[in-house]
């Protein structure tokens, strides 16, 4: 029994041995991958199906994130009001997401409901309709949301930046038009549907508390469908980014707010760059005591937030500063981003401040792990990124073992004011 006289000893999180829990595998009899992540102490499970149906295999605007959707709003045999009783009935939860290269479908459940759910799905994979009122209504409603978010300067700052990163044709740099929806028609989702669920490339990430017949629930319902059966189509999208390096929008005349992006391209995770670039990426905008909030929010008061990411593509990403200031302080904000730039070029970095973020991502990815759901989102991650565990453990070395000389040697390379493009939203 713990003495609570004295107080437990304070370790640095860079002192942890971080592990990462490894997968079980196994296929299905039609050759579906399922990676699956054996933990937790409740008899809860998330069950993710992740198709090769992003939105970089359509051929019009919008298709797949339409077709994603809408698997749940009616099959042959049930209306969507009935999907959505069943689900809830059980206490369960069914999403679905879609991305650029992927999309998914995603269940969460009590273990013991897996056998009255899991139907269900195979019904949406196979016999989803795509009802003519639902899609109606589905593109409504996704006309008003649109409306409505494109008075919104952050929102068109979202959308332009990746418009100039990649080019408006490259699926990373596309963005919807009212006049979108106005062309979709059904016979595009279902075509849509046929090739790429139906009939589709698929794999299974599963975390929780396992049932010990799990391998056989998912065969008996999933391992018969004409899944994985053709060689997955290799779709190539041209990057053509914009020449012009600064471009300043008014989207509302009268406002007072602006959005501002500051961007560049940037290789993806298997660039030898990747993972040391992350933790400078931190010293400069990552977290809450970055370099940039400590001097545009916390001394100028330009700013609510700002940070800088990398965005998480497969392909060639992006390497972006975002935030919101007050349209009379848009410039000076901007003068201070570069600012901090230079000085991560000029002057190494203090052994304290290097030490405070080794803590902090050594102690984000500990959080990363807490729970078998994050677990094996970490591992669908690195999957569909064709990396290996090996990944992980080189990520907590690198955070571990980088010198200031090697940080300001990739600030040399990488925080030229020239490679950025920069925009502001008003």
């Known amino acids: 029994m713990p003495n609570r006289k004295v107080s437990p000893a304070i370790l640095d999180a860079v002192e942890f041995d971080l592990k990462l829990k490894p997968y079980q595998y196994f296929t299905l009899d039609n050759g579906v991958p399922v990676y ?93 309709i795509f009802p003519e009122d639902e899609l109606a209504i589905y593109k409504q409603n996704q006309q008003q949301k649109l409306e409505v978010k494109l008075k919104k300067c952050d929102f068109v700052a979202n959308r332009i930046i990746d418009e100039l990163l990649y080019g408006f044709k490259h699926p990373y740099g596309i963005y919807t038009s009212k006049e979108d929806y106005d062309v979709l028609q059904k016979e595009d989702l279902v075509k849509f549907y046929q090739q790429y669920y139906t009939n589709g490339s698929c794999m299974l990430f599963v975390a929780g508390k396992l049932p010990v017949d799990l391998q056989q629930q998912l065969n008996n319902n999933f391992g018969q469908l004409p899944l994985n059966r053709q060689a997955m189509q290799v779709v190539t999208h041209r990057i053509e980014p914009a020449t012009e390096k600064k471009h300043h929008i008014i989207n509302d005349a009268n406002g007072v707010q602006s959005a501002i992006r500051i961007a560049r391209p940037f290789p993806n995770r298997h660039h030898p760059d990747f993972i040391k670039v992350q933790v400078l990426n931190n010293i400069f905008g990552g977290f809450f005591g970055s370099r940039l909030m400590s001097n545009i929010r916390e001394d100028k008061g330009y700013t609510y937030g700002i940070y800088s990411f990398i965005q998480n593509h497969i392909l060639q990403t992006g390497w972006i500063v975002s935030t919101e200031a007050g349209r009379d302080v848009c410039s000076a904000t901007i003068t201070e981003v570069y600012k901090e730039m230079e000085r991560l070029r000029n002057e190494p970095v203090s052994d304290d401040e290097l030490h405070l973020v080794r803590n902090y991502m050594i102690g984000s990815i500990l959080g990363d792990l807490d729970g078998p759901f994050q677990i094996i989102a970490r591992w669908k ?19 571990k073992t980088i010198s200031a000389p090697e940080l300001l040697q990739l600030a040399e390379k990488y925080f030229k004011p020239e490679d950025f493009y920069e925009l502001t939203v008003i």
């Open 36 to 128: 699956a992540v054996d933990a937790g102490e409740t008899d809860v499970l998330q069950t993710e199906w992740v198709f090769n149906a992003g939105n970089c295999y359509e051929d019009k605007n919008i298709v797949a994130a339409t077709t994603n959707y809408m698997l749940k709003n009616g099959t042959k045999n049930k209306t969507a009001f009935a999907i959505n009783e069943h689900f809830e009935y059980y206490g369960a939860y069914l999403n679905r997401s879609c991305f650029n290269e992927t999309s998914t479908i995603t269940l969460h459940c009590l273990n013991k409901h897996l056998n009255v759910l899991l139907p269900v799905v195979t019904e949406l994979i196979t016999d989803s």
């Open 381 to 399: 991650n690195y999957i569909l990124n064709n990396l290996t565990e090996a990944y992980f453990y080189n990520s907590i070395e690198t955070i």
